[in-house]
């Protein structure tokens, strides 16, 4: 492992590090689960526009417009990386009206805030019982991916971490 580092200090020749942090990678653990979970959102707004007021059937509607665009623009960007090609499209709406500014990974930010507050939304609000079984499927999918995926990388993260400092620094003995 020689290569040039990129962020976080971590050698660019490490192949696997390399997948990790590759668009394909991070469109499927990260991405795409974040829609499926604006998706699932949506529909319940939807469902819930039939009891309550008209706002939450076009809030609904709104946000699995959103969705399916941010799901467009993940699996477009996974099959540029996975062609080895480079694009322009980042991995969600506001990412990229964020690259407008110069600035993607922090409207990245913020919709990954949006995201979070959408499932927090769901689970605080109950609205997680009124899934629908292919919903619930979906759900534990998108969890599944996200939360094992981010465990495993930082799981790896740390054993390279851990290896590079075992070859460069004595270790710590207490006396």
């Not at 009891?51 to 623009?73: H, K």
């Not at 990412?95 to 913020?110: D, E, S, T």
């Not at 292919?134 to 998108?142: G, K, N, S």
Request: aromatic content about 14%; charged content about 15%.
């Amino acid at each position: 492992m020689t290569g040039k580092k990129e962020e976080g200090g971590f050698d660019t020749d490490d192949r696997l590090l390399g997948f990790f942090h590759s668009p394909f990678f991070l469109s499927i653990t990260v991405g795409i689960p974040f829609c499926i979970y604006k998706l699932i959102f949506g529909a319940l707004a939807i469902r819930a526009g039939v009891i309550f007021p008209e706002p939450y059937m076009v809030l609904g509607v709104v946000i699995i417009i959103w969705a399916a665009l941010d799901l467009g623009m993940n699996i477009t960007r996974a099959g540029f990386n996975i062609a080895g090609r480079e694009t322009r499209i980042e991995f969600c709406s506001i990412a990229q009206v964020g690259r407008y500014f110069h600035v993607p990974r922090l409207f990245l930010a913020i919709d990954t805030l949006i995201s979070f507050t959408i499932i927090c939304i769901v689970l605080w609000s109950g609205w997680i019982t009124h899934l629908l079984p292919i919903e619930t499927f979906f759900w534990y999918l998108a969890t599944t991916l996200n939360l094992v995926s981010l465990s495993v990388v930082i799981i790896y993260e740390e054993a390279v971490r851990a290896k590079k400092a075992a070859m460069h620094e004595p270790a710590y003995l207490p006396q």
